[in-house]
């Protein structure tokens, strides 16, 4: 037997003004996405920004259904419009906020487990990490470095060859 560690790597800033002029206008995009969810049952806004390598931005935001499992998040709606749209371009950065209707989130709200897996499959193909910044609705921001900072044992596309 032998015991192993894992670490991972993340910034935090205390809030939005701590970022840097291109990140803070990143995250407000993700703002402006969230504020415009369909999220008629969880009343859980989530808005997402994604800029490309070649610095296209494209929005998302979760979309609910009542038919649960129909509904999807805003990173996935996000990544996919951008990989729809330009599909051999390259994710650098994922801009992420959520806010609810019933309680104030003043804290950061990281990708749900299927968005990690999603995530992951792009940084996995382009070989380069994506950073990854998530919020609440006021609070700190968290930067992860990486999906791998977030999913350490992620599952890829080396598993299936």
Request: glycine share 4%; hydrophobic share 40%.
């Amino acid at each position: 037997m032998n015991d192993h560690h894992i670490s991972t790597k993340f910034t935090v800033f205390d809030n939005q003004s701590e970022l840097s002029s291109i990140e803070n206008e990143l995250l407000n995009k993700a703002i402006q996405a969230r504020d415009s969810a369909y999220a008629p049952y969880s009343s859980f806004n989530v808005g997402a920004a994604v800029i490309l390598d070649n610095d296209q931005v494209f929005l998302g935001n979760n979309q609910e259904n009542a038919a649960y499992p129909s509904g999807i998040c805003a990173e996935r709606v996000a990544i996919w419009s951008a990989m729809s749209a330009i599909p051999h371009g390259k994710i650098k950065q994922i801009f992420i906020s959520a806010r609810s209707e019933k309680t104030k989130v003043n804290r950061p709200v990281a990708p749900c487990g299927a968005c990690r897996q999603a995530i992951a499959e792009y940084e996995t193909r382009q070989k380069e990490n994506i950073e990854i910044f998530f919020a609440g609705e006021t609070g700190k921001i968290v930067k992860a470095y990486s999906i791998k900072d977030l999913l350490p044992w992620m599952f890829d596309n080396s598993m299936l060859s």
